[in-house]
């Protein structure tokens, strides 16, 4: 057998899927798990007749690749990657390379490149993307680390990737941690789109009536318009699914408490770290938490009442439907326009010279949040690269227009019947913040000013300013009369 080129730490499902992946495309593969049994059952099971090396010391992996070695590391993120790096790393010299291709957070990666460049070994950060599927048949891969090396592995990973119409879906992101980086953007991103799709699932069950199965089945529908994506197909496949034991839609016997594994939550915290609004986002993170008070949900339901609960039927009922289809096209523009902008504002804070229409392109195959809507989106950067925001972009504009009374109609109608749409409605929310000329911050500016004598700027004169507004200089008729005084002479700090 070949001697391998390359090798894989870490045979847990994506490892095991990505190292046969790779061996299929013809890679000669050294593999390696902490566990022996693990590699003992991989060989035995999965790969027969394919070049694959197995080793059973971590020096016995490294002396199976031939030199420059390029080793990829898929184990759980945080401190599992700190202490294979910390036994791989002094067997390999300068020129290797090592790609940790989990979902590690990007700050960890990139305090790990800065550590590793200094002993002349390449080091990549590489986002993974598609779950077991598509580490096997083709993930959307997102890889960051020295531009010089990454040569190194562009053909195996672009062998590798899923394919779409305009090339594989791996780009080279930029520099230390930005392949990491776009990938928790990408989880962010998903979970923005699961909660809008669960929300319309909410919406349509108790406004309408409809079963899971029928819910399913209008989502397999949309799934044939504009709404086609991975997400929306899995969802109408969840919901058009029987449980065996019962007979009933799996969907209604799943305990409605959703788990996370950090990577959406990491998006939310470094949206709030940049200033960037990403309140899908932010919707889709306490919609998952406040799943999770399953008990206090439970009680709280008994003494905290709403709204009757009233089914539309009819032509009411189909109106509903229609205008939920229009509102989650329309959220996923906003939820999208959020997190393009936290792309672009992180590239320039953190140097990663991101390249949002190829991130756009290569999310269109592999990766969870691949949909058509991917094409617009890479359409509307690639005209105009510094789109200050998605939805300025006049095709989406005008997307958004189409669909805004029904996107109101289904908010006003969830909001009504006391159903929760918090991703709908911050979406909605977004769009109608980042739309308006005047905003009610200039109150926010009052109060500061008021009872922190954090001053505020004028409309009408530069500069900053504060009022003595316990002490109002007069009173007419009721109004309180007061100056701005010029901060910094006695005003304000
Ligand atoms: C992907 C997925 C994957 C994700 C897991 C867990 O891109 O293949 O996003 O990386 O981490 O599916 O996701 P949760 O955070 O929802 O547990």
Same mark, same amino acid.
């Given at each position: 057998?070949?001697?391998?080129?390359?090798?894989?730490?870490?045979?847990?499902?994506?490892?095991?899927?990505?190292?046969?992946?790779?061996?299929?495309? /013809?890679? @000669?593969? $050294?593999? !390696?798990? +902490?566990?022996?049994? #693990?590699?003992?059952?991989?060989? =035995?099971?999965?790969?027969? %007749?394919?070049?694959?090396?197995?080793?059973?010391?971590?020096?016995?992996?490294?002396?199976?690749?031939?030199?420059?070695?390029?080793?990829?590391?898929?184990?759980?993120?945080?401190?599992?990657?700190?202490?294979?790096?910390?036994?791989?790393?002094?067997?390999?010299?300068?020129?290797?390379?090592?790609?940790?291709?989990?979902?590690?957070?990007?700050?960890?990666?990139?305090?790990?490149?800065?550590?590793?460049?200094?002993?002349?070994?390449?080091?990549?950060?590489?986002?993974?993307?598609?779950?077991?599927?598509?580490?096997?048949?083709?993930?959307?891969?997102?890889? /960051?680390? @020295?531009? $010089?090396? !990454?040569? +190194?592995?562009?053909? #195996?990973?672009?062998?590798?990737? =899923?394919?779409?119409?305009? %090339?594989?879906?791996?780009?080279?992101?930029?520099?230390?941690?930005?392949?990491?980086?776009?990938?928790?953007?990408?989880?962010?991103?998903?979970?923005?789109?699961?909660?809008?799709?669960?929300?319309?699932?909410?919406?349509?069950?108790?406004?309408?009536?409809?079963?899971?199965?029928?819910?399913?089945?209008?989502?397999?529908?949309?799934?044939?318009?504009?709404?086609?994506?991975?997400?929306?197909?899995?969802?109408?496949?969840?919901?058009?699914?029987?449980?065996?034991?019962?007979?009933?839609?799996?969907?209604?016997?799943?305990?409605?408490?959703?788990?996370?594994? /950090?990577?959406?939550?990491?998006?939310?915290?470094?949206?709030?770290?940049?200033?960037?609004?990403?309140?899908?986002?932010?919707?889709?993170?306490?919609?998952?938490?406040?799943?999770?008070?399953?008990?206090?949900?439970?009680?709280?339901?008994?003494?905290?009442?709403?709204?009757?609960?009233?089914?539309?039927?009819?032509?009411?009922?189909?109106?509903?439907?229609?205008?939920?289809?229009?509102?989650?096209?329309?959220?996923?523009?906003?939820?999208?326009?959020?997190?393009?902008?936290?792309?672009?504002?992180?590239?320039?804070?953190?140097?990663?010279?991101?390249?949002?229409?190829?991130?756009?392109?290569?999310?269109?195959?592999?990766?969870?949040?691949?949909?058509?809507?991917?094409?617009?989106?890479?359409?509307?950067?690639?005209?105009?690269?510094?789109?200050?925001?998605?939805?300025?972009?006049?095709?989406?504009?005008?997307?958004?227009?189409?669909?805004?009374?029904?996107?109101?109609?289904?908010?006003?109608?969830?909001?009504?019947?006391?159903?929760?749409?918090?991703?709908?409605?911050?979406?909605?929310?977004?769009?109608?913040?980042?739309?308006?000329?005047?905003?009610?911050?200039?109150?926010?500016?009052?109060?500061?000013?008021?009872?922190?004598?954090?001053?505020?700027?004028?409309?009408?004169?530069?500069?900053?300013?504060?009022?003595?507004?316990?002490?109002?200089?007069?009173?007419?008729?009721?109004?309180?009369?007061?100056?701005?005084?010029?901060?910094?002479?006695?005003?304000?700090?």
């Amino acid at each position: 057998m070949a001697t391998p080129g390359i090798g894989l730490i870490g045979l847990a499902v994506m490892g095991e899927n990505l190292a046969l992946n790779i061996a299929n495309h /013809g890679f @000669p593969i $050294a593999v !390696y798990n +902490r566990t022996r049994a #693990v590699t003992e059952q991989y060989v =035995a099971h999965r790969t027969a %007749g394919k070049p694959v090396t197995p080793a059973y010391t971590l020096e016995e992996f490294v002396r199976t690749i031939a030199r420059p070695r390029s080793i990829a590391i898929m184990v759980q993120a945080g401190k599992p990657v700190d202490s294979v790096l910390d036994q791989l790393l002094p067997l390999l010299g300068p020129d290797d390379l090592v790609m940790d291709c989990g979902n590690s957070y990007f700050e960890d990666t990139a305090r790990r490149s800065a550590a590793i460049a200094p002993t002349g070994i390449h080091y990549f950060g590489v986002g993974v993307s598609g779950g077991e599927e598509g580490a096997l048949n083709g993930p959307s891969i997102m890889p /960051g680390g @020295p531009e $010089a090396a !990454y040569p +190194r592995i562009a053909g #195996v990973l672009g062998a590798i990737a =899923a394919k779409v119409p305009d %090339g594989p879906c791996v780009a080279y992101m930029g520099t230390g941690a930005a392949g990491h980086y776009v990938k928790m953007i990408h989880n962010g991103i998903e979970y923005g789109d699961m909660q809008l799709i669960v929300e319309a699932y909410d919406i349509l069950s108790h406004a309408c009536g409809f079963s899971a199965i029928e819910i399913g089945a209008i989502f397999a529908e949309w799934n044939r318009g504009e709404l086609d994506s991975y997400l929306v197909e899995i969802s109408a496949a969840v919901l058009q699914s029987v449980d065996r034991d019962t007979g009933r839609p799996i969907v209604d016997v799943i305990l409605d408490r959703a788990g996370q594994k /950090g990577t959406g939550r990491w998006t939310g915290q470094d949206g709030l770290e940049l200033g960037v609004p990403i309140p899908t986002i932010e919707a889709a993170l306490w919609g998952r938490n406040i799943s999770a008070l399953k008990a206090e949900r439970l009680a709280a339901a008994k003494v905290l009442k709403g709204p009757r609960q009233s089914r539309l039927r009819g032509a009411s009922a189909e109106r509903l439907v229609a205008a939920v289809r229009q509102a989650l096209y329309a959220s996923k523009i906003a939820s999208y326009a959020q997190g393009m902008s936290l792309l672009a504002t992180a590239s320039a804070e953190r140097g990663y010279s991101l390249n949002l229409p190829e991130i756009a392109r290569i999310w269109k195959g592999g990766c969870i949040i691949r949909a058509r809507l991917l094409n617009e989106i890479q359409a509307a950067f690639t005209r105009d690269p510094r789109l200050p925001n998605l939805l300025l972009d006049a095709d989406f504009r005008a997307a958004i227009n189409e669909r805004q009374a029904g996107w109101r109609h289904t908010v006003r109608t969830a909001i009504g019947l006391g159903i929760p749409c918090p991703a709908f409605g911050s979406s909605l929310a977004y769009f109608d913040s980042y739309r308006a000329a005047r905003l009610p911050a200039n109150l926010i500016q009052g109060q500061r000013d008021y009872f922190g004598a954090h001053t505020y700027e004028r409309v009408d004169r530069n500069g900053a300013f504060h009022t003595e507004w316990l002490v109002p200089e007069a009173s007419a008729n009721g109004a309180r009369i007061v100056t701005s005084q010029p901060a910094g002479r006695g005003g304000g700090h």
